[in-house]
C-alpha cells in the first residue's frame, strides 16, 4: 500500500545533530500516522517519535524528549526527524512507520508499514 524509505543516517560526533527522513510512495501520505522506532544491537525496537496526519500534535520518548523534532510535509509524502545533542546511546538504526489506524502510537505493533532503516552512529 505504502512504500517507505528512510535516508540520512550517517557517523556523527556526540553533540552534534542529524536530520533523517523517510520518503513515502503513493497518494494517501496524509492518511497515516507516522512514527520513527529505533534499534540498536542486542536491544529490542523503540518508539522514539510520532506525528499526527496534520502535523499538529508530536509525542516523543523520554529518552529523546527536548533533543529529537518529528515534523511531515504532506506536500513532499515526508517525515523527518531532527536529531540535535546527540549521544553515543542513540546509535541505532531507525525506522519510520506508518499506522492506519494508531490505538497506541508508542507501540510498534500499531504500525502497518515499515521502511528499511537507516544506520544513525554517534561517536564517543
Known amino acids: 500500500q505504502v512504500q517507505l524509505v528512510e535516508s540520512g543516517g550517517g557517523l556523527v560526533q556526540a553533540g552534534g545533530s542529524l536530520r533523517v527522513s523517510c520518503a513515502a510512495s503513493?497518494?494517501?501520505?496524509?492518511?497515516?500516522?507516522m512514527g520513527w522506532f529505533r534499534q540498536a544491537p542486542g536491544k529490542e525496537r523503540e518508539f522514539v517519535a510520532a506525528i499526527d496526519r496534520v502535523g499538529g500534535r508530536t509525542n516523543y520518548a523520554d529518552a529523546v524528549k527536548g533533543r529529537f523534532t518529528i515534523s511531515r510535509d504532506n506536500a513532499k509524502n515526508t517525515v523527518y526527524l531532527q536529531m540535535n545533542s546527540l549521544k553515543p546511546e542513540d546509535t541505532a538504526g531507525y525506522y519510520c512507520?506508518?499506522?492506519?489506524?494508531?490505538?497506541?502510537?508508542?507501540?510498534?505493533?500499531?504500525?502497518?508499514?515499515w521502511g528499511q532503516g537507516t544506520q544513525v552512529t554517534v561517536s564517543s
Open positions: 503513493g497518494r494517501t501520505f496524509s492518511s497515516y500516522v
Open positions: 512507520a506508518a499506522a492506519v489506524y494508531s490505538n497506541n502510537y508508542y507501540s510498534s505493533s500499531t504500525y502497518d508499514y
